[in-house]
């Protein structure tokens, strides 16, 4: 009977024995991996070109074109964006970027490869909030690539690509989401001498952006980022919201040409005087018509409510700014007046040329 219950505790002990050496062998030589930890890193896959019409491709082909800027003062620091138009240093941004330097601050634009270089003023329109600058002693940069604002469409994708906050080299995407969109470049406390006639887009635009390109999926240039909406009455410390503005880049390519050629620049001109946008506006109403202009040939007078410019529904006094500074100089409109008694007609004008104004 002893014999017998050792014999069977041996049986268990070798049972358990061959039970833990089958248990560590399968352990150790498992051809599973345990965990994610345990699985090997994947090599390195040959590089391959982004697709075509992809934010990556995008970004490589407009990035080495675009440049920070930097306004050093002894009161003030601003910092933007600006795009290349030539190898040898221009280079296209707002006017609200570069503005400080009137009062004596340094402007540098950053490279792409780090090099910081001082630059200098070309020419500026700041009811355009338009700037031309040279970035002095450089040759070989890259230019970007000009597209055409003409038939861009609402829901179009689009790539923003600048400083924002100092970041250099930022890339965001996004939409157009609406065309036409009277905005003031220095917000609802500025004049209306800055209206801008805006492309709004929801791509991520914030303070550092302004003077880098929107561009479409080919990687051309559509517009010139310029302002933001805001929640807040501080723009400079907001960020964005989704609705952001672009100055066309027809507008701006003609007023750059003139500023490098130049020295100075040109808008289309009506001739009359209209009040800053309220909420309850349907028109843009006339306060005063300068003599001798395009509005004073066409019979307009004081009271008269401007209803259409062309096609473009005008409801504000900045809208009609935003649509006339839309046309060139000398160009031919047709506008819809309607008269205080209601009637409504449609008068042909030849807008007239004025110089811009610098501050």
């Known amino acids: 009977m002893a014999a017998a219950a050792v014999l069977s505790l041996l049986v268990g002990l070798v049972a358990g024995g061959v039970g833990g050496a089958v248990g560590y062998h399968f352990a150790g030589n498992s051809t599973g991996p345990r965990s ?37 003062g002894s009161q003030e620091a601003d910092e933007g964006s600006g795009m290349v138009l030539t190898a040898d240093g221009l280079i296209l941004t707002n006017n609200h970027v570069v503005e400080a330097a009137t009062s004596g601050s340094d402007v540098a634009a950053v490279l792409q490869d780090g090099r910081s ?22 040759t070989g940069l890259t ?42 470049a220095g917000g609802q406390g500025s004049g209306q001498d800055t209206v801008l006639d805006a492309i709004q887009t929801d791509a991520a635009i914030n303070p550092g952006n302004s003077g880098g390109p929107l561009t479409d999926m080919q990687g051309r240039v559509i517009g010139i980022n310029s302002a933001i909406a805001s929640l807040g009455s501080d723009l400079s410390q907001s960020g964005s919201i989704g609705l952001g503005f672009a100055i066309p ?20 001109l009506l001739g009359v005087t209209v009040p800053a946008a309220q909420p309850d506006d349907t028109a843009a109403v006339v306060q005063q018509v300068t003599p001798g202009t395009a509005a004073a ?36 409109a047709t506008l819809t007046v309607k008269n ?15 110089q811009v104004v610098i501050p």
């Not at 994947?42 to 675009?66: I, K, L, N």
């Not at 055409?148 to 996004?174: C, D, E, K, M, W």
């Open 36 to 72: 994610v930890l345990d699985q090997p890193a994947p090599g390195t896959a040959p590089a391959m070109d982004p697709p075509t019409g992809s934010v990556e491709q995008v970004a490589q082909r407009v990035t080495p074109g675009v440049v920070q800027l930097r306004v050093n």
């Open 249 to 268: 880049i027809d507008q701006a390519r003609r007023i750059a040409d003139e500023l490098i050629h130049n020295g100075h620049a040109t808008q289309a």
């Open 143 to 184: 230019p970007v690539q000009l597209g055409s604002s003409t038939n861009i469409r609402v829901g179009q994708q689009v790539v923003a690509i600048g400083s924002p906050l100092g970041l250099s080299g930022t890339v965001t995407h996004g939409i157009i989401s609406a065309l036409d969109r009277p905005v003031r």
């Open 340 to 354: 205080s008694a209601g009637a409504s007609r449609q008068v042909h004008v030849t807008l007239g040329t004025q």
């Open 117 to 138: 270089v001082p630059v200098q003023i070309v020419g500026k329109a700041p009811s355009f909030d338009l700037a031309v600058v040279r970035a002095q002693g450089v």
């Open 297 to 332: 040939a066409a019979g307009i007078h004081p009271g008269d409510m401007i209803t259409r410019v062309d096609d473009r529904l005008i409801d504000s006094g900045d809208a009609l700014i935003a649509a006339i500074r839309s046309h060139t100089p000398g160009a031919q």
